[in-house]
């Protein structure tokens, strides 16, 4: 017992030397104040942080050509390899196991050989996968493309959004993350509009193009300062955070910050996954992996993959329909990307999560009203609104807010367990979405849609009484404050 106590006596020391520091520069207990730097980077010296976010997302753009190339492709594939629907429905759902496979071990990948390391692999996968599926001639090599460009979207799922937070100034880090989930929205739309126009074996190579930038840019990009200094490589890391921030630029403070709270923490255990759930990580474990549920659970997979039936149903041109749901998805992404350093992460996450709610009941009025023979000339005006409202305020927060938090709050002795859970999460919420789907509609399609507006309802709630604002911090302040509250 006695030695029992003592361990989690000294660990409670450690938990302390950790929020010490950083309390002494910042007031966290909710009075919003803000560090003042010593001098901050013009825009003219920040140029290496927005090309190596730049050269980054080619990351998320190639997770949404992965993401977007079954559905311009279903017919052709179909007709020239002779697939049945049984056969082109596993090609369209294996992405998602290769996709939980690369969650799980993503976090490990990109803690041994660096957040750039993690990027290769992930590019090398889908290069390959894109190549297995161009020269298919048969359901097996289809399949094993699949897999592998699923394996690399799991991986970018994690890494990217982790290492633009990592060398993010506080005051982009917000914007710069979420053109994370903007670049995922452009791969899809442009996959799904230039599908209509080339083959789907030049389709699949035109996904290798993102992987071939990202390549050559991780040559002139430098590497995550954070995971090099976990590392030990002291003049790596002075190096990069330099070419970050700027030469002219006095990183001191940044810099003493950041060395001593990674070795305060290098004093704490290695982590595993059973540690995530001890008293010390709970709170950004339960705020990462809820944001990931209230991601997936609210029914983003199940309208995407209904979109067209809908739009037909309605009696509104499924094509025209389609591609203005992706236009509206690119652009409102966008808009959030500007304002999420300035409205902050939780009045986005509310005002997506009611803008869900109101374009599910929408929705669901307009299956209600149709299945019950009423008012029947106001069931296309309103699917399509509830459609557009529904991705509209998807676009606005709850895609991409999810992704920036989930790169911030957790400590970096445990980021890499902690983001590999929080993504397996939310790829099993992907696929247990789409599967189960078909069979809410079956038994019940207004229904459906008004479960999904109860799930985006509490999600409301959950982020009011979890989630904390994150806006204006660095990542040290925002651990510091999860350990205080």
């Known amino acids: 017992m006695a030695n029992n106590e003592d361990i989690e006596n000294g660990e409670s020391c450690v938990q302390e030397e950790i929020r010490a520091p950083l309390l002494s520069r910042v007031e966290i207990a909710g009075n919003g104040d803000e560090e003042k730097p010593l001098k901050k980077s013009s825009n003219e010296e920040r140029w290496m942080v927005y090309l190596t976010t730049f050269v980054a997302v080619c990351g998320s753009y190639a997770f949404g050509c992965c993401a977007g190339y079954s559905s ?103 914007a710069l993350t979420t053109v994370n989930q903007l670049m995922i929205c452009t791969g899809v739309s442009v996959s799904f509009i230039i599908g209509t126009l080339l083959t789907w074996r030049a389709l699949a190579l035109v996904g290798i193009v993102p992987c071939a930038v990202l390549l050559l840019g991780l040559v002139i990009i430098p590497e995550s300062p954070r995971w090099l200094a976990k590392k030990g490589n002291q003049k790596e890391f002075e190096a990069s955070l330099r070419r970050l921030r700027g030469k002219k630029t006095d990183i001191s403070a940044e810099a003493a910050e950041i060395q001593d709270y990674i070795e305060t923490l290098e004093r704490l255990p290695k982590a595993r996954l059973l540690d995530l759930f001890q008293r010390r990580y709970l709170r950004s474990v339960t705020i990462g992996v809820g944001l990931m549920i209230c991601q997936q659970f609210g029914g983003i997979n199940g309208v995407c993959f209904y979109t067209s039936s809908i739009f037909e149903s309605s009696g509104f041109p499924a094509n025209i329909g389609t591609i203005t749901y992706a236009i509206l998805q690119v652009i409102i992404t966008a808009l959030g990307a500007t304002l999420i350093d300035r409205a902050g992460r939780k009045p986005l996450l509310v005002i997506s999560g009611a803008g869900l709610v109101l374009g599910c009941v929408l929705t669901a009025s307009s299956f209600y009203l149709k299945e019950h023979g009423l008012a029947l000339a106001a069931v296309p005006a309103l699917a399509v609104t ?54 809410l509609m079956s038994w019940s399609s207004y229904g459906t849609f008004i479960l999904y507006a109860a799930v985006n309802a509490l999600a409301i709630l959950f982020v009011i009484k979890v989630v904390p604002e994150t806006k204006g911090r660095t990542l040290e302040q925002i651990q510091a404050a999860i350990n205080t509250s």
């Open 72 to 174: 311009p492709t279903q017919a052709a594939i179909r007709e020239d390899v002779k697939l049945s629907l049984a056969e082109y429905s596993l090609f369209g759902s294996i992405l998602t196991f290769g996709a939980m496979i690369g969650a799980i071990t993503s976090g490990k990948i990109a803690d041994y050989i660096g957040r750039k390391g993690a990027m290769i692999v992930s590019s090398a996968f889908c290069t390959a996968g894109w190549l297995s599926i161009s020269f298919a001639q048969g359901a097996l090599l289809l399949d094993i493309g699949r897999l592998a460009t699923g394996y690399g979207m799991g991986v970018f799922s994690y890494v990217v959004p982790v290492f633009i937070a990592e060398i993010a100034p506080k005051d982009l880090r917000g």
């Open 386 to 439: 509830g459609i557009l409202v529904y991705i509209g305020a998807f676009s606005a927060g709850m895609g991409a807010v999810p992704w920036v938090v989930m790169s911030e709050i957790f400590p970096i002795n445990i980021k890499g367990v902690a983001g590999s859970l929080a993504t397996l999460v939310n790829w099993f919420g992907a696929w247990a979405c789409s599967y189960t789907f078909n069979f």
